[in-house]
């Protein structure tokens, strides 16, 4: 979805991995925004008797493996991160922001996957989650404007009511560079549509779904594009407040095909379609959960199942699979959020389906 009146969000990449800081630099959040591919937040309030530290900047750069600290041993990518300390009276807590991007994000807060987890509205339709995180430390996650916002206690301890009030305390370090950013399509955003980076293998949602290999797979659609593409795909370009904004065909140089259809709202919401000719792909039916507590549920629609996963009635974050009778299998992921429960979900999916107009048309699946 490309703004017609803000110019697309643009930020300084380093030339080569070689050019990594060794060491993270200090920079503040406002200083740092100009290196990030996604909104950077900075607390306007503190939990009682803390002060925050300033925080260090992770710069992008091509793929490449270096000796830098910080840079992740499971990848040769090197995408844009921010690190927040936050300490006071014996207490210390890490604040983490980037744009997760090389998969959805499971369950709308991968940091949190297998653990039980509490979902806390932080206002303007936002949803902050909590429970433990994958070192076994109490810990939070949220995504503001796309940014996912990872939180987690290193020493001390913290109440639910302390993190809940610090994700609402949030606010946009560079407030113009929400609405560039938000207007900026995920596929010119996104580290691993922009470079041939190692696909990552991670759960995605209540069910399981994971692409693996080594290449990156994805071919994605050019921005100027995605109209048209969709358009001779028979695929919707909006569905309720949604627009789609961003598209990919992947597969594996052979038999699998699969379609990813980026949808964002206005404020950042995102659901994202998965499609694919039946049996033509990596979604397997019917599906199996993954190992995350979840409710499920089968729905009806015009007399076909659709297998619901969701986390909270009220907030989501669901995940919903179907079959379409042109022959096609489906599936809808969307991010937590107030308008984005259980019921409105289902809405999506209904108004999805009988938009979709896939027989003779989607050549891209096969």
Known sequence: MVSSTVPPWRWQILAGAADLDPVPPALTEAEAQDWCNFVLWRPSALPEGCDTAVGTLRREAPPGRVDAVGRTPWSDANPAGYRTEISGGGRRLRLKQFLY?????????????????????????????????????????????????????LEGEFSDDEIVALFAALRPAVPEAVP???????????????????????????????????????????????????????????????????????????????????????????????AQRTGGGRLEFPPQRDKHPASDELRDLDGRPVHLGYLSTEFGACDAWWQHPDGYDLRLLGSAGAGLGREAFIGLVAELDAGLRLAGRAEVLG
């Open 180 to 274: 560039r950013v938000l207007g900026t399509p995920f596929a010119e955003l996104s580290y691993w549509a922009r470079h041939p980076a190692d696909m990552v293998s991670v759960p995605t949602g209540v069910f399981s779904f994971h692409r693996r290999g080594r290449e990156h797979e994805g071919d994605w659609v050019p921005s100027a594009d995605v109209t048209a593409f969709l358009t001779r795909q028979g695929v919707p370009v909006s569905v309720g407040g949604f627009r789609a904004e961003s598209a990919a065909a992947f597969g594996d140089g052979r038999a699998v095909r699969e379609l990813d259809v980026v949808y964002l709202s206005a404020s950042g919401d995102e659901v994202r379609l998965t």
């Open 101 to 153: 991007d090389w998969a959805f994000p499971a369950a709308d807060h991968p940091c949190l996957w297998g653990s039980e987890t509490r979902p806390f509205g932080i206002g303007e339709g936002r949803v902050a989650w909590l429970g433990t995180d994958y070192l076994g430390h109490p810990a939070g996650s949220a995504r503001l404007a796309r940014t996912t916002v990872e939180l987690s206690v």
